[in-house]
């Protein structure tokens, strides 16, 4: 989405990191996903390092703001959606209700759906409330913390596991950033043997 929004070419291309493949050990060691790989064959690892580069290579489309302060509360946000709630959600949905299941790791815990769920309403609202007080969830500015959210959103969305009826203002937030294009590619992707609820790719929903 970061490198959509940019306007920038690239080449999307599957890693089965569970293959530790030796070729992809050399680009990237930890053997994690994303990497992404320069025409220049420069070798950049880890989403939220990818994120910073691409804002100092390609500054026109700016989405960590200009000041200080704009800066800090995009890093923070991003943050807080690359860990904290994908810790406290994503990870108890989307893991135990699609992967685990994929790799035959036994049945979803049903504790782990639980706090999952109860964690999102609490994640919609604190959405709801940036996006009510602000134009976007950083500020006044379309930033990193808007895809960060959206990233973990759409996933959970693509199962169908957001109740948008809990967060009004949050749905109205999410509905935008759908709408732009750098969010069509990520709408019609699709999972093998996975169909999303009708909603997914509906910009209107």
Known sequence: MVLAEKRLPFELRVEKVWERRPEYLELNP???V?????DNGLVIPDSNVICEYLEDAYPDTALLGR?????????RLAAWFDQKFFD?????????????????????DAGALRAGYANLKQHLGII?????HRK????????????AAAAQLSSLDFIGDVDWSLSPP???????????????????????????PPHYADLDF
Do not use: I
């Open 88 to 108: 406290e959600v994503t990870h108890n949905l989307l893991w135990e209700k699609t992967v685990k299941q994929l790799m035959r790791l036994g049945p979803p």
């Open 136 to 147: 976007w969830l950083a500020g006044a500015n379309l930033s990193l913390a808007d895809f």
């Open 67 to 75: 000041s200080l302060a704009e800066r800090v509360e995009a890093r």
């Open 170 to 196: 949050a749905k109205d937030w999410y509905a935008r950033m759908k709408s732009r294009p750098a969010f069509r590619a990520v709408l019609s992707d699709r999972v093998n043997g996975m169909a999303p």
């Open 34 to 38: 994303p990497t992404l790989v320069e």
């Open 128 to 132: 709801g409330w940036l996006a009510e």
């Open 30 to 32: 930890a053997c994690t």
